[in-house]
């Protein structure tokens, strides 16, 4: 069995045609990025661009893309963001959806969540879900303002985007945090009191306390279970089952959950150690 669920950030597929006593059910969410070269004007070799693409904020000096660190930016940036969000959650099937038979005995499969990731340039013949801006920063400049839209040459590299309360650095590679972004997801604290409703990117809605700043949704690079929040609400358009608010509906596990019987759904037994043959 394969469902597909088309939205306008990205797609998803359901595929359970694999699932067997040993196998889950797999859920690939797919985002397809035209990147967009942004360089200096005129042809120049060297020029500038603002921060966020804004003419108030400050201006940094860019330069011009080559064939080769263009092609080399684009392929380092897909394959090590496919490979962060790529394989790290496994969702409880608790609804006892798509099941199937095994030398006679009915399994219920959980679903394991995939990430695939495809780039190219923006180009009228590529659709894709989202156009991506990218200036190549000059040797000069350290940091650039960018955003989920505008990224900058430095943002698959890891630099420091905070301090703890011991006052110890905390790394992100900043475009990691932009494909969560991508995929639906918010800043670590957005719906905290701290994080003003009118501007989740002050500095508070990345995260107060430790445990909050090193999430990759705040400033660091941790995952957290919210983060399997869009293959869950992927299930739940799909199959119109479950509440992304209540925890207990395609629960997420870092770990992997094997296909259970009817019997220990119902017990909500959990399947961790790989069954005999």
Same mark, same amino acid.
């Given at each position: 069995?394969?469902?597909?669920?088309?939205?306008?950030?990205?797609?998803?597929?359901?595929?359970?045609?694999m699932?067997?006593?040993y196998? !889950?059910a797999?859920?690939?969410? =797919?985002?397809?990025? %035209?990147?967009?070269?942004?360089?200096p &004007?005129?042809?120049?070799?060297? +020029?500038?661009?603002n921060?966020?693409?804004?003419s108030?904020?400050?201006?940094?000096?860019i330069d011009?893309?080559?064939?080769?660190?263009?092609?080399?930016?684009?392929?380092?940036f897909i394959?090590?963001?496919?490979?962060y969000w790529d394989?790290?959650?496994?969702?409880?099937n608790?609804?006892?959806l798509f099941d199937?038979?095994d030398?006679?005995?009915k399994?219920?499969?959980?679903?394991?969540?995939r990430?695939k990731?495809?780039?190219a340039?923006?180009t009228?013949?590529?659709k894709?879900?989202h156009?991506?801006e990218?200036?190549?920063?000059n040797?000069?400049e350290?940091?650039?303002?960018?955003?989920?839209?505008?990224?900058?040459?430095?943002?698959? !590299?890891?630099?420091?985007?905070? =301090?703890?309360?011991? %006052?110890?650095?905390?790394?992100?590679? &900043?475009?990691v945090?932009?494909? +969560?972004h991508?995929?639906?997801?918010?800043?670590?604290d957005?719906?905290?009191?701290?994080?003003?409703?009118?501007?989740?990117?002050a500095?508070?809605?990345?995260?107060?306390?430790?445990?909050d700043k090193?999430?990759?949704?705040g400033?660091g690079?941790?995952?957290?279970d919210?983060?399997?929040?869009?293959?869950?609400?992927a299930?739940?358009e799909?199959?119109?089952?479950?509440?992304i608010?209540?925890?207990n509906?395609?629960?997420?596990?870092r770990v992997r959950?094997y296909p259970?019987?009817?019997a220990?759904?119902?017990?909500?037994?959990k399947?961790?150690t790989?069954p005999k043959?």
């Amino acid at each position: 069995m394969k469902k597909v669920l088309n939205k306008p950030s990205w797609d998803a597929v359901l595929d359970a045609s694999m699932c067997d006593k040993y196998n !889950n059910a797999e859920l690939t969410i =797919t985002i397809k990025l %035209g990147f967009k070269q942004i360089n200096p &004007a005129a042809g120049s070799l060297t +020029g500038t661009y603002n921060d966020y693409g804004d003419s108030r904020a400050p201006a940094r000096k860019i330069d011009k893309w080559t064939k080769n660190s263009w092609d080399a930016w684009k392929f380092n940036f897909i394959q090590s963001a496919q490979k962060y969000w790529d394989s790290k959650y496994w969702l409880i099937n608790n609804f006892s959806l798509f099941d199937y038979q095994d030398a006679g005995v009915k399994y219920i499969p959980n679903v394991w969540c995939r990430f695939k990731l495809l780039g190219a340039d923006a180009t009228p013949g590529f659709k894709s879900h989202h156009t991506i801006e990218v200036v190549r920063l000059n040797k000069a400049e350290t940091w650039f303002g960018s955003h989920s839209k505008l990224y900058d040459s430095l943002d698959t !590299n890891s630099v420091q985007k905070g =301090t703890d309360s011991k %006052g110890l650095p905390i790394m992100q590679k &900043a475009h990691v945090h932009e494909i +969560g972004h991508l995929l639906g997801l918010g800043h670590v604290d957005e719906g905290k009191p701290h994080c003003p409703s009118t501007n989740t990117n002050a500095s508070a809605c990345y995260g107060v306390s430790d445990s909050d700043k090193y999430a990759v949704m705040g400033q660091g690079m941790q995952l957290r279970d919210s983060n399997a929040n869009p293959w869950r609400q992927a299930l739940i358009e799909m199959f119109l089952k479950g509440n992304i608010n209540l925890p207990n509906d395609w629960a997420p596990a870092r770990v992997r959950h094997y296909p259970r019987t009817l019997a220990e759904v119902a017990a909500n037994t959990k399947i961790t150690t790989k069954p005999k043959r």
